[in-house]
């Protein structure tokens, strides 16, 4: 700044007004980039801090995922080890095959076991709330998130189903007809109805399709991952 300064007084000395022109559109010239410069910089900052936050998010993201995910597994286990038994039972009402009553009433006195993931939090609403879903730049990452929150909340629907059956039919059905404890059962005939049948398919049309959306859940879950997976390698 000194040397300008000095330049710029020898210039107004020499009275040499096109010089001095020349000089001062250079000075401005000169300013102008450095402010261009320093808002680049900042930019640049800026940008380093959002894509910080990005990655952070797509972490934050993944971690609770996968932690889904393995609940979501545990509870497809739970539901097919009943599914499994709930069919056989099925197969012994059918045939009214009263040399399986023990093993029958073993299973109904199971009849009130369900799956429940019970996934209350809402990621794609709380990313929203939070204005984090604005430094996502994957709007394919966005979108499966949308739709991962959507099998949330077809899996709790069906969870809820399963629920009001077992409170509303499969307890007050069980509890007179098996003893829940030693699994006798004390009404043979009420076991092997035409009602118990009905109660037994509906269970399992329960189960199957909560089996489904457990599993579609799953595969959009891995669909995700993979995208993260390729954002966090990528940076």
């Known amino acids: 700044m000194k040397l300008f300064r000095g330049f710029r007084q020898q210039l107004i000395h ?4 096109k010089k001095y022109l020349l000089y001062a559109i250079g000075e401005i010239l000169l300013v102008m980039i450095g402010i261009l410069l320093a808002f680049q910089v900042d930019n640049w ?5 959002k894509k910080v936050a990005e ?7 993944r971690e609770q995922i996968i932690g889904d995910k393995e609940l979501i597994k545990n509870q497809i ?4 080890r009943y599914m499994v038994q709930f069919e056989y039972a099925k197969e012994i009402i059918l045939a009214n095959d009263r040399s399986k009553i023990d093993t029958l009433g073993a299973i109904v006195a199971k009849f009130t076991k369900y799956s429940d993931f019970d996934r209350k939090g809402n990621i794609y609403e709380t990313m929203v709330n939070s204005g984090e879903i604005q430094l996502l730049q994957n709007q394919s990452i966005i979108n499966r998130i949308r739709w991962l929150e959507e099998r949330y909340n077809y ?3 069906m969870e809820n189903i399963h629920y009001d059956m077992v409170i509303g039919y499969a ?6 007809t098996v003893n829940y404890i030693t699994g006798e059962v004390v009404e043979p005939e009420q076991i092997y109805s035409v009602e118990f049948q009905n109660l037994t398919h509906l269970l399992l049309q329960v189960m199957i399709e909560k089996d489904e959306i457990y599993k579609s859940g799953i595969a959009e879950i891995n669909g995700i991952l993979a995208l993260i997976d390729a954002e966090l390698e990528d940076n």
């Open 14 to 17: 020499e009275k040499n007004l």
């Open 45 to 49: 900052n800026e940008d380093r801090v």
């Open 55 to 61: 990655i952070r998010t797509y972490r934050n993201i």
């Open 77 to 80: 286990d739970y539901n097919n």
């Open 155 to 157: 899996i709790n629907r």
């Open 171 to 176: 307890a007050p059905s069980t509890t007179s």
